[in-house]
């Protein structure tokens, strides 16, 4: 079979707009941020510090958009993914790249302006749930529930085994192996579904990597949360209640289940300002999970499957409008999570991330490569299948960030998390190009 | 707090879903369009504002901030996609007659009235607050409301030219109403201490470099929407980052939003070939903007009627009233001058020749996109004038002359 014939990303743009275009229009932007950076301070004289906070916060939104936009669509242009891009101008714009050379004046985003993004940021992530969720078919689901169970527990047996052991080497504690293997297991699916929309006619072989990687992270949610309360039990003298973890997950998926109803009824009375009702959602969601303390990513996930499933017609205007969105919060998210970066630790900690990498890789290969040959997936799925499962990004990013918040003032914790970000940030770059490249490998048909 | 954010969040998802029943009520008894649309959302703002329940108060209204700019923005897109080269060819001699005398009634009296109102409102005011006043009387007084269907419908060939005149009319003079307004914004900058100082040079270079950052960004999104289908997600994306991006180099330098993005809709309605799926998303998206306009203006109007003192309130109430009564006497005046070579070719008689005595919704918008600016207060006082004469001018449409919907 002629893998090469069955490339089903959109394409359409390429002739009308060159790299050439591309890049003025990119470095234009730049240039015009620079510049105007330049004559706040020199010719009007405003410090940065004394400007008004709601013009900064437009014009850093504005860049981020465009300009993640426009890396997205020029690193395109040499076969990888737009969210590489997106990534990759993060990482240029925001602080951490330029504090780990020792210029933080080049910044264009420093981290306050970074801080300020945080809202819109919230807003992308349960916006990406909304639309992950939506894009799981109930029925492709029931017919394909023995491949995403067989591939979810390949990955996470062989890849915490492998992981925990290596850790458990390097950094010579039971514990901190368990963490760490734990985070490893997750996947991306914000990645997922970012490049599933990238397609102009997602395949089942996408739709079933998106599947399980949603599933895998919910069972992993579980698992992390068991895992600290397992190592909280045993250094901390105050740790939660092991049913609060339970009730976490379980109220995240809860919300979502009980907000379909309500959302479908009132969906099927609306026409019109679908853009206003989806970004409310959005709104609502975020402030919702935030007030109760639940997984916003999960709820939403949850929300988006059972809405879709429950109601596919009196949804799909609301579902279609959130797609169309879906490009502009893609921007956001992912360049905020460039900015976010952290190339100080990866390189300071190179040794142990390379190690942990590889043997992360090792598992998600095997235990990915038998699960489908166990569920009888097609030559060409089950010899790429392994490469959709290595992107990492924001939900294995919060589980890091709760190692800090479970163990606060604690040395070994902001250790610990700094290897855990360095291994998700290496993930993060090569993860999408590798998913890509399966995308791009197996056929329509190829399942 | 956040508790009464998300019950704002379901309200408003209420209010949209709850549009089709007020739409029908609105359609049996057309006086609710006086108190309905957009003038729902103010109140709405009115209550949740700092002034009243404070739901929105502080640093939760310093986050909303940024939408409110890309509202501004975006109001001004809508208007510059007017400036399309045919529309204008378009014009009729009467029209351009009518736009003119509008235009010069409205700077004289507002000259006029400026110089007295800050001799007696604003005594100890600089000049540079003077400029500032007149320019903002000036937008206040320029155009009128464009809607005309509330009014009553007649169908009858003189009454649809008259429609068309008056519909013309507004958008031309709500381009004029913009750039006065936000170029005399422009010229007076506001030091840390508050105080305001007349800096025409400095206004004019950032009025330069944001006319530079306007066509960049226009070129390129151009260039990049040329081909765009309706309801494109790039045309999303391309539409949104525009506007944020304009809106914080305008908001920045000490400018509006409005005229960037008025600027920025020109430019891309003047080019060869139009971009469709702009024009659809700009259009579909207009009463959402409206609507989030009305909504902040509810949020900023100074409260209780824009002043702490009694006297305050009277004066604010007096001047809304004096500009009311004088746009009900002289607009009506005006279109007959400037419309007297074309008599027999226009209804005079026509409910829709009441539409100039309402004032123009964009007054509102022109006015918050100030009070985003000033820290002084006086922007929100001239904002409560706005939405005073808005409500008094609408008002007056009906009650003196109430409505007579003849369908021929």
């Not at chain 1, 976490?248 to 679908?274: D, F, K, Q, T």
């Not at chain 2, 006082?381 to 021929?408: G, H, Y």
Request: glycine share 8%; aromatic share 8%.
């Amino acid at each position: 079979m002629k893998t090469r014939a069955t490339i089903t990303f959109k394409r359409k743009d390429h002739a009308r707009f060159g790299g050439a275009f591309l890049a003025t229009a990119l470095l234009s932007l730049v240039a015009l941020v620079l510049l105007w950076r330049e004559l706040r301070v020199r010719v009007i004289g405003v410090a940065p510090g004394g400007l008004p906070a709601a013009g900064e916060t437009a014009l850093i939104l504005g860049l981020v958009i465009l300009g993640s936009w426009l890396a997205g669509r020029l690193i395109r242009r040499i076969a990888l993914p737009p969210i590489t891009g997106q990534l990759l101008f993060g990482l240029i714009v925001g602080p951490e790249l330029w504090k780990w050379l020792d210029h933080p004046e080049f910044a264009l985003i420093g981290p306050l302006q970074l801080s300020s993004l945080d809202g819109a940021a919230s807003l992308a992530v349960v916006m990406i749930g909304l639309v992950a969720g939506a894009e799981i078919d109930a029925k492709f689901l029931r017919e394909k529930l023995k491949a995403v169970i067989a591939l979810a527990a390949g990955q996470v047996i062989l890849v915490t085994i492998g992981v925990g052991i290596v850790s458990y080497l390097l950094l010579g504690s039971f514990a901190y192996a368990m963490i760490v293997a734990t985070v490893a297991a997750t996947c991306s699916s914000a990645v997922s579904v970012a490049l599933l929309r990238e397609m102009r006619h997602p395949t089942d072989f996408a739709r079933l990597l998106l599947a399980t990687t949603v599933a895998k992270d919910l069972f992993l949610v579980v698992a992390f949360s068991v895992v600290l309360f397992l190592v909280a039990a045993t250094t901390l003298s105050t740790y939660q209640p092991w049913y609060w973890i339970v009730l976490h997950l379980a109220g995240s998926i809860a919300v979502g289940c009980a907000l379909a109803w309500p959302m479908r009824l009132a969906l099927a009375r609306i026409e019109r300002n679908m853009t206003a009702v989806v970004l409310l959602t959005a709104i609502c969601l975020a402030i919702l999970c935030r007030t109760i303390g639940i997984a916003p990513l999960i709820t939403a996930i949850t929300l988006g499957y059972t809405a879709r499933n429950l109601a596919p017609i009196a949804t799909a205007s609301f579902f279609a409008t959130a797609r169309r969105l879906f490009l502009a919060v893609c921007c956001v998210f992912f360049a905020v999570a460039g900015a976010h970066l952290d190339l100080a630790a990866l390189v300071a900690n190179w040794g142990i991330v390379f190690a942990i990498s590889g043997t992360r890789l090792a598992g998600i290969w095997i235990g990915a490569t038998l699960a489908a040959r166990v569920a009888r997936l097609s030559p060409i799925a089950t010899r790429w299948v392994w490469a959709g499962f290595v992107p990492q990004a924001g939900i294995s990013l919060a589980l890091a960030a709760q190692i800090l918040v479970e163990f606060p003032n604690q040395r070994w914790a902001v250790g610990l998390t700094t290897i855990v970000v360095a291994c998700i940030t290496l993930n993060e770059i090569v993860g999408p190009v590798l998913m890509r490249i399966a995308l791009r490998r197996v056929p329509s048909d190829g399942l | 707090m956040t508790n009464s954010l998300l019950w704002l969040a379901l309200g408003l998802i209420a209010l949209i879903v709850a549009n089709r029943w007020t739409e029908r009520f609105r359609r049996r008894f057309p006086i609710t369009n006086v108190f309905g649309g957009g003038w729902a959302l103010l109140a709405l703002g009115v209550i949740v504002g700092p002034h009243c329940t404070a739901v929105l108060d502080g640093d939760r209204l310093l986050h909303l901030q940024p939408i409110l700019l890309v509202l501004l923005t975006w109001s001004g897109v809508i208007v510059g996609l007017q400036c399309q080269s045919a529309l204008i060819r378009a014009i009729p001699p009467v029209l351009w007659r009518w736009i003119t005398i509008d235009l010069v009634a409205s700077v004289v009296l507002s000259v006029v009235v400026g110089g007295a109102l800050a001799r007696i409102w604003q005594p100890d005011s600089p000049l540079a607050a003077h400029i500032l006043l007149t320019g903002t009387l000036t937008a206040l007084a320029l155009g009128w409301n464009p809607e005309s269907r509330s009014l009553g419908v007649r169908t009858d060939a003189q009454s649809m030219r008259l429609d068309v005149l008056v519909q013309s009319g507004a958008g031309a003079l709500a381009i004029c109403s913009i750039a006065i307004a936000t170029i005399s914004l422009q010229c007076v900058q506001q030091d840390q201490n508050g105080i305001v100082g007349f800096a025409p040079y400095g206004g004019m270079l950032a009025l330069g470099v944001e006319f530079c950052a306007v066509a960049v960004v226009a070129f390129a999104a151009y260039g990049i929407l040329r081909d765009s289908r309706e309801d494109d997600a790039r045309t999303t994306l391309i539409v949104i980052g525009a506007l944020f991006l304009l809106s914080g180099v305008a908001v920045t330098l000490g400018g509006s939003g409005i005229l960037t993005g008025m600027l920025f809709g020109a430019m891309i309605g003047f080019g060869r070939r139009r971009l469709r799926g702009l024009e659809h998303l700009m259009s579909s998206a207009e009463p959402i903007v409206a609507s989030g306009c009305f909504f902040f203006a509810g949020i900023t109007l100074a409260l209780p009627m824009g002043a702490t003192s009694l006297a305050g309130v009277v004066t604010i109430v007096a001047i809304a009233l004096m500009l009311a009564i004088a746009r009900r006497v002289l607009k009506p005046l005006i279109m007959i001058i400037a419309l007297s070579p074309e008599r027999e070719s226009v209804a005079l008689d026509s409910p829709v020749a009441r539409a100039p005595i309402r004032q123009a919704p964009l007054t509102i918008v022109v006015l918050l996109a100030f009070a985003v600016e000033d820290s002084s207060g006086l922007a929100d006082q001239l904002l409560t004038i706005a939405v005073l004469i808005s409500l008094l001018s609408t008002l007056s449409t009906f009650v003196v002359m109430p409505s007579r919907s003849v369908t021929a």
